[in-house]
């Protein structure tokens, strides 16, 4: 059975970081790009950052380039979402997905949530003083 689990989310005053994480089970992350996006309470889903199965592929959105990195580690079967630099408009649900990079990947596709096929459950961040 297909599984990620998010974790790592919390409260956090501005200005200061949280790391996220993403385990996935049932398949190994070898060959899946794995994209993170954001959902603010009455907004949509947006897309934050993506990692890609090649080494040094990563995707950002602009609101969070030079804050948030993201990483993966495929003996742990996990990747993560370093967020630094906290903003109060940061405050969402984060969620982890999971797309194959088979039989092609483009990353210039990497925030387009439909192409995505299994998602977690979601981590609350809440960025506040």
């Known amino acids: 059975q297909v599984q990620l689990v998010e974790s790592g989310g919390g409260l956090v005053q501005p200005g200061g970081s949280l790391r996220l994480s993403c385990a996935a089970s049932g398949f190994t992350l070898d060959y899946y790009a794995i994209g993170w996006f954001r959902q603010a309470p009455g907004k949509e889903r947006e897309g934050v950052a993506c990692?890609?199965?090649?080494?040094?592929?990563?995707y950002y959105a602009d609101s969070v380039k030079g804050r948030f990195t993201t990483s993966r580690d495929n003996a742990k079967n996990t990747v993560y979402l370093q967020m630094n630099n906290l903003k109060p408009e940061n405050t969402a649900v984060y969620y982890c997905a999971a797309k194959s990079t088979r039989p092609a990947w483009y990353g210039s596709s990497w925030s387009h949530q439909f192409r995505y096929n299994d998602w977690g459950q979601g981590t609350q961040v809440a960025v506040s003083s």
């Open positions: 990692i890609g199965s090649t080494i040094g592929s990563t």
